[in-house]
């Protein structure tokens, strides 16, 4: 049976098949690795799945070479479970010394969703870097900017906007088309500054020439595959061309994709203990079978059980998450017990988390250059 399944930027639906992404994307899997990435959970289980030209990476990081890790934020909601999934990957790459750039979208939050630059802002340091912060983010080797105000080093924001407008003289509106379906000049020019945010850390102003990853769900490609081409195609620099990953989505609670617009969808950083218990048990999608008889008899599904699923993004021990999806198939443990255990597993870090919180917000300022 072909299960139809659609991901793009815009709409993510059905039963993904990973494989068949990695094929349609032009990816490569993402084969073994050294032993430095081991201890990275996201690595060690394969949640961080295909890439494009990691070797690069790789390289750098066993030779400790410089590179430069890129990802950016759309500050238009909370903060929730799904992107603390990103927000592992750019801490284990300063741990293995790259330098960070992280965008804030604030251009595009008001070209897209008319959002104004005030209340981007806003959104951006209290659930955003305030939470970067809390899990772990340092100062060195980082810098995070709004896409409206590079930099107040004029001479990094100058090269920063002469790159986005040498880069609009190499799209074609063809790509937009293909990429963004209805498009507008703001679309087009936030494309374009995209691009930007990802190929600048190259820049004689920034980094230079280093290698530069980006991680990404596979919803996001079609953005890497323009930036990719725009700098194949520029003269005035030698771009080394950019390195990609692409990681599992955390399913949301219902069993599709987490969204920022459905609250009932995902846990967010600053939930209580309370509501976490709520919308697991209510909304988590289950595994188990109809009655208790049943499951004893004939097990559950920890493949489609969510509160298992998420348990795999954030129960560090191997051993334990063996024995809780080996007690869970067996019908060893029920459908409510596996909430339960999850529910203890995300109020435990949420209790930590939010007490950070509370002394990130003092030290934001060391962030914001």
């Not at 410089?66 to 801490?91: D, S, Y």
């Not at 379906?181 to 995209?194: A, H, R, V, Y």
Request: hydrophobic content about 35%; charged content about 30%; overall charge positive.
């Amino acid at each position: 049976m072909v299960h139809k399944f659609t991901v793009t930027p815009w709409e993510v639906k059905g039963k993904i098949d990973y494989s068949k992404l990695i094929k349609e994307f032009g990816l490569k899997p993402m084969e073994d690795l050294p032993p430095e990435f081991t201890s990275n959970l996201l690595f060690r289980r394969k949640k961080i799945f295909a890439h494009r030209d990691y070797g690069r990476i790789i390289d750098a990081i066993k030779h400790k070479k410089p590179f430069a890790m890129m990802t950016g934020l759309m500050p238009t909601g909370k903060f929730h479970i799904g992107h603390a999934v990103l927000a592992k990957q750019f801490l284990f790459y300063q741990e293995m010394g790259a330098k960070l750039y992280i965008a804030v979208a604030d251009v595009e939050a008001y070209n897209a969703r008319g959002q104004s630059l005030e209340e981007s802002r806003r959104i951006a340091i209290d659930q955003y870097i305030t939470s970067y912060i809390a899990l772990g983010l340092r100062p060195e080797n980082c810098e995070i900017y709004f896409q409206s105000e590079r930099s107040s080093d004029s001479k990094k924001a100058n090269a920063f906007y002469r790159l986005q407008n040498l880069l609009a003289r190499h799209a074609t509106f063809n790509e937009f088309k293909a990429v963004y379906g209805e498009i507008s000049p703001g679309k087009m020019m936030c494309g374009i500054l995209q691009a930007a945010d990802m190929l600048h850390a190259q820049l004689p102003e920034f980094e230079g020439p280093v290698p530069v990853v980006v991680p990404v769900g596979p919803d996001q490609d079609p953005h890497i595959r323009l930036a990719r081409d725009l700098a194949s195609r520029i003269k005035e620099y030698k771009f080394t061309q950019l390195c990609s990953t692409y990681h599992l989505f955390v399913p949301g609670l219902n069993g599709d994709k987490m969204s920022a617009s459905d609250p009932n969808s995902y846990i967010a950083l600053t939930d209580d203990d309370k509501t976490v218990k709520t919308k697991v048990n209510k909304y988590a999608f289950s595994g188990g079978k109809d009655t208790v008889e049943e499951h004893r008899k004939h097990g559950g599904n920890p493949d489609v059980d969510v509160a298992y699923q998420w348990l795999t993004f954030f129960e560090e021990d191997d051993a334990r998450l063996k024995q809780v999806h080996d007690d869970y198939k067996s019908g060893k443990l029920l459908s409510g017990e596996m909430k339960a255990i999850l529910i203890e597993k995300l109020n435990s870090f949420l209790k930590s988390h939010q007490a950070k919180r509370e002394e990130a917000k003092k030290r934001v300022r060391e962030f914001l250059r």
